[in-house]
Every structure is written in C-alpha cells, then in structure tokens.
C-alpha cells in the first residue's frame, strides 16, 4: 500500500508537538517555525500554522454523531488496543471511546474518536483481520 501524506493546519505548533509526539508517540520529522512533519503510524502528516479546518457532527458511528471531516488511521489490533490503553491514561477527552463495532461480523473493527489541541477530529481504527477493512 501506498503511504499517504497530509497537511492541515493547527494553532500551535508546541501544543501540536507534545500531542503527536508525546501523547500519540509519533515521532517528529522536519519542521520550520511554521510547520512540522510527523510519521503518523507510517503516513507523513504536516502540521501548518493556521486556522484549523471547519468541522460539523454529520457523520454517524452507531449511536454518534461525530465530526466531519476527520482524519485517521487503521492499524492491527494489538497496536490499537496499545494506543487506546496510552490514551486512556493520557486522560484523552474521547468524542467516542474506545469500542468494538460489528463484532463477530465481516469488517468488526475497534475504533476511537478524539481531537488534537487544535480540535482537529481523529478517528482510529483497530482490525483483528486486516482483510476486513474493505469488508463489504
């Protein structure tokens, strides 16, 4: 698969440093005082200075109403079972917990909703059969 890349803005950048690096565990790549790169679990993601992106709770997930758009990542799930156990004891305000949807059916996956300091909505995928991500 390919790697993706993606550039966004976010209101501060030391703020943004100790999300992704610290809380996250992504590890920081280049930066200038304006922007700075992140591998965001094998994806570059650059962070810009700026007026974050517009957002509004359009997208259903099960009972939720989360915020649209959103960015995120699908990982194995031992790796997101290790990520939400850090978060959790990070005290992360979760838009939507960690939770199991469509258990036992084709495409069950775990996912997570919270924002970064900017409030930016991230969404994290965890799947025991990563055949399942495309699941039909």
Same mark, same amino acid.
């Given at each position: 698969?390919?790697?993706?890349?993606?550039?966004?803005?976010?209101?501060?950048?030391?703020?943004?440093?100790?999300?992704?690096?610290?809380?996250?565990?992504?590890?920081?790549?280049?930066?200038?005082?304006?922007?700075?790169?992140?591998?965001?679990?094998?994806?570059q993601i650059s962070l810009?200075?700026?007026?974050?992106?517009?957002?509004?709770?359009?997208?259903?997930?099960?009972?939720?109403?989360?915020?649209?758009?959103?960015?995120?990542?699908?990982?194995?799930? &031992?790796?997101?079972?290790?990520?939400?156990?850090?978060?959790?004891?990070?005290?992360?305000?979760?838009?939507?917990?960690?939770?199991?949807?469509?258990?036992?059916?084709?495409?069950?996956?775990?996912?997570?909703?919270?924002?970064? &300091?900017?409030?930016?909505?991230?969404?994290?995928?965890?799947?025991?059969?990563?055949?399942?991500?495309?699941?039909?």
């Amino acid at each position: 698969m390919s790697i993706f890349h993606l550039a966004y803005h976010v209101d501060d950048l030391d703020k943004a440093r100790a999300f992704y690096g610290k809380t996250l565990g992504c590890i920081e790549g280049r930066s200038t005082n304006t922007w700075v790169d992140f591998n965001f679990f094998g994806h570059q993601i650059s962070l810009h200075l700026g007026p974050p992106f517009a957002t509004s709770n359009t997208g259903k997930v099960g009972a939720h109403m989360v915020a649209m758009p959103h960015l995120g990542v699908v990982l194995p799930q &031992p790796q997101w079972q290790e990520l939400a156990e850090r978060l959790t004891q990070a005290g992360v305000d979760f838009i939507l917990p960690p939770t199991t949807r469509f258990a036992n059916e084709p495409g069950e996956q775990s996912t997570m909703f919270f924002s970064d &300091p900017a409030g930016n909505p991230i969404e994290i995928k965890g799947f025991k059969d990563m055949d399942g991500v495309f699941a039909t």
